[in-house]
Nanobody, 126 residues
Framework: QVQLVESGGGLVQAGGSLRLSCAAS????????MGWFRQAPGKEREFVSG????????YYIDSVKGRFTISRDNAKNTVYLQMNSLKPEDTAVYYC???????????????????WGQGTQVTVSS
């Protein structure tokens, strides 16, 4: 069983930045594909960004391209989401997720993720 713990959320003004972290338990983190999702009030959970096992391949939805950066440190069992130029519409609970299947490509299918964190709140004020 893998446990994922997110941190780094908070309240920030529009245009500001936050860096989310997701710490994973387990010895096989380096083989997992990782992703970040978000869920705003009254909306469905949305895939935001993903990264493959090595960090050599990443994916972003259009609304965050150029503003968010996903990265990972396999030595620390941690994946990050650097969020810059934040907008009020980025307000949501952000979740990290892990796909235990080893593959070179980023996992973009939400149903492909096996483990989920508890989420961290990000609130962007206008």
């Amino acid at each position: 069983q893998v446990q994922l713990v997110e941190s780094g959320g908070g309240l920030v003004q529009a245009g500001g930045s936050l860096r989310l972290s997701c710490a994973a338990s387990g010895r096989t983190f380096s083989s997992y594909r990782m992703g970040w999702f978000r869920q705003a009030p009254g909306k469905e959970r949305e895939f935001v960004s993903g990264i493959n096992w090595s960090g050599g391949s990443t994916y972003y939805i259009d609304s965050v391209k150029g503003r968010f950066t996903i990265s990972r440190d396999n030595a620390k069992n941690t994946v990050y989401l650097q969020m810059n130029s934040l907008k009020p519409e980025d307000t949501a609970v952000y979740y990290c997720a892990a796909d235990r299947r080893f593959a070179a490509k980023v996992q973009v299918d939400p149903s492909g993720y096996d483990y989920w964190g508890q989420g961290t709140q990000v609130t962007v004020s206008s």
